[in-house]
């Protein structure tokens, strides 16, 4: 069986997570279903990013003790699992000095071996909110443009990694997309940074400074660069550098770490270098995001614009949240969203369409046919195509077989999930256009036999739907496999269907 390791970003807990850091997770845990039904074993991680002076300042600013502080927050991000139904199979956080230390001290040690960290005297602007040094253009007005604040002036002793000494490598790498970094326009980007050279980064603190972090092996009066203890999760949750490696052995490269724009650089830059200098094998894919806005400004708690995802959950339910950020935000650009966009998502699309559909469907079959229908024989399945404009096609099944199908494995392989999505949604239109064509509630009057073909065809498309919908909205799709009676059935099985009365998939909220 082949392996699939795919992860989110590691969250800083700050603060509790918007909804900007749940479109991340929802969209990295379409993809980890979508291999875990193809049949790979798949190895899906998230956690949270604890360490450094962003997260020890807001617990300054909350006037409460680092360490508790973290373990609140932490359990928040834990707690978006249960509510959004993501499968991640772990949950790694970095002051876990027994599952995450011994990654990151390793690998550290792996880098001075390599001879790649020096000590060296820094003088530069930090910006906290970014957890890194920025330079005097990326300021607008002297302060950071996306956290509206003053950097501070650092000048200090510390360690510093040689990055620069690897920038051809990680060119190379990029240029033959040995690491593939989608979508094309942030590979260019990335490559044309590398044009510059890369810089060499500093990689520890003193201690005095920061001491909430990880110590730097062998010199224990500097802490770890919190990028360079962050990064390290994707290997120390594998458990790189603890007494079992085999689980690193059996998924370690990453096939896909599902990161947002604002993060590339770490991830396209500093990452790479590390794995190199460390003689280990690079990710293969860096999956960039964009953003969600409110009003055209990124979604952040900064800017105080944040929506909080589980209060969306406890409105309109777990699989309407991952519907909105699957299917009306594009995955590689940025997105708005709002109050009203997100209701009108609801009911236009899933109270009216998706719920609608279902119901009428099983209502039909409940009403006419004692909730009872066997495949037609194949001959009558023919009377009833199913036209779509000028075109005909033999049957419901035989569409979605052979354009349905199609469409939507291409684009969940190159991760178009709102293009893969808006296929699902194409093929309830075809199917409500069928409805609309056939009118089995007046059919039956006339025509008992031809209305069971269509209302078996009818019902083939909801279950068709419910299989494709299965990593995008797992419940819902569990729901109509049982409402139409195949749950765990493969497709070769779905000849009969036998329905149940159900609830509205989708209740109205207006
Ligand atoms: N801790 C670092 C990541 C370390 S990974 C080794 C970090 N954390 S973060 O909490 O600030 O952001 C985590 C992820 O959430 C990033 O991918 C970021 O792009 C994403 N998002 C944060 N706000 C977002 C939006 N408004 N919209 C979409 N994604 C957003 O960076």
Request: net charge negative; aromatic share 12%; glycine share 8%.
């Amino acid at each position: 069986m082949s392996k699939f390791y795919i992860t989110t970003p590691i969250y800083y807990v700050n603060a509790p997570p918007h909804l900007g850091h749940a479109i991340t997770s929802v969209l990295a845990d379409i993809v980890a279903r979508y291999h875990r039904l193809s049949g790979k074993e798949v190895f899906f991680l998230t956690g949270t990013d604890e360490h450094g002076a962003k997260i020890l300042r807001a617990s300054e600013k909350a006037g409460r003790e680092v360490s508790s502080f973290v373990v609140e927050i932490r359990e928040s991000f834990r707690n978006l699992s249960p509510a959004l139904n993501l499968s991640n199979d772990d949950f790694i956080y970095t002051p876990d000095k027994k599952r995450h230390w011994p990654g990151a001290q390793k690998l550290w040690q792996k880098l001075k071996e390599a001879g790649d960290i020096y000590k060296g005297k820094y003088k530069g602007l930090y910006c906290v909110g970014h957890e890194a040094f920025v330079t005097e253009k990326d300021l607008v007005g002297g302060k950071c443009a996306d956290h509206d604040e003053k950097p501070q002036l650092i000048e200090e002793e510390n360690y510093f990694f040689r990055l620069s000494k690897y920038t051809a490598e990680i060119k190379r790498r990029i240029e033959s997309k040995e690491l593939l970094i989608l979508p094309e326009s942030r590979r260019n980007e990335v490559l044309a940074l590398m044009g510059e050279g890369l810089k060499d980064v500093s990689f520890s603190r003193p201690s005095q400074d920061i001491s909430w972090g990880i110590p730097v092996p062998g010199d224990e009066s500097q802490t770890m660069y919190v990028w360079c203890d962050a990064l390290s999760n994707y290997i120390s949750a594998l458990g790189y550098g603890s007494e079992d490696e085999t689980k690193f052995l059996k998924f370690w490269p990453a096939d896909i770490h599902f990161i947002g724009k604002d993060i590339l650089r770490f991830h396209a830059a500093i990452w790479p270098g590390m794995l190199l200098s460390a003689g280990l094998l690079l990710p293969r894919e860096l999956v960039v995001t964009g953003m969600i806005q409110v009003g055209g400004r990124k979604m952040s708690k900064t800017l105080g614009n944040v929506a909080d995802p589980f209060e969306l959950v406890e409105h309109f339910g777990a699989d309407a949240v991952r519907y909105y950020l699957s299917r009306e935000v594009p995955v590689f650009d940025d997105g708005d969203f709002t109050q009203e966009k997100f209701s009108q998502a609801y009911e236009g699309n899933l109270v009216n369409g998706l719920g609608n559909y279902v119901q009428r469907i099983s209502t039909m079959v409940r009403n006419y046919f004692d909730s009872r229908l066997e495949k037609p024989a194949e001959e009558e399945i023919l009377k009833a195509p199913l036209k779509k404009g000028e075109v005909e096609y033999v049957s419901v099944p035989y569409f979605i077989e052979k354009i349905v199908f199609p469409e939507y494995k291409k684009t969940m392989d190159n991760l178009e999930l709102n293009r893969a999505s808006d296929a699902v949604f194409g093929l309830l239109k075809e199917l409500d256009g069928y409805v609309q064509h056939y009118e089995p509630f007046h059919l039956i009057e006339t025509d008992k036999e031809k209305t069971r073909v269509v209302l078996w065809n009818l019902a083939y498309g909801a279950v068709s739907l419910a299989w494709f919908l299965a990593p995008f909205l797992p419940q819902t799709s569990d729901k109509i496999f049982d409402i139409f009676g195949v749950v765990g059935k493969p497709q070769s099985e779905w000849n009969t269907f036998v329905v149940k009365e159900h609830k509205a998939l989708f209740p109205r909220k207006l």
